[in-house]
């Protein structure tokens, strides 16, 4: 049973930079794709970042160019870097990993970004 456990999360001001970490309990290296997911009060839940274990990488259109998604060299942990955060990236983070036959997900991190 594969945990993730995210971290990074706090409040920042409007341009700042955070660095979001997902570290796995399990090994994730036969996890066939992992990203990030967002919740904001009253706002549909948006994927932020998806990269499959081929290395292919989508975001979402809103953080395109701001937000990038990375691997440790163990392959155990994932980050989520963050550059040039608006207030309307504030909301709950989510790191999730998908298996063949199930999608694991971390419990989120608070991002809160200020004008």
């Known amino acids: 049973q594969v945990q993730l456990v995210e971290s990074g999360g706090g409040l920042v001001q409007a341009g700042g930079s955070l660095r979001l970490s997902c570290a796995a309990s399990?090994?994730?290296?036969?996890?066939?794709?992992m990203g990030w997911y967002r919740e904001a009060p009253g706002k549909q839940r948006e994927l932020v970042a998806h990269v499959t274990r081929g290395g292919m990488t989508n975001y979402g259109d809103s953080v395109k160019g701001r937000f990038t998604m990375s691997r440790d060299n163990a392959g155990n942990t994932v980050y989520l870097q963050m550059n040039s955060l608006k207030p309307e990236d504030t909301a709950v983070y989510y790191c999730y990993a998908d298996f063949t036959l199930a999608r694991h997900w971390g419990q989120g991190t608070q991002v809160t970004v200020s004008t």
């Open positions: 399990g090994s994730i290296f036969s996890a066939n794709a």
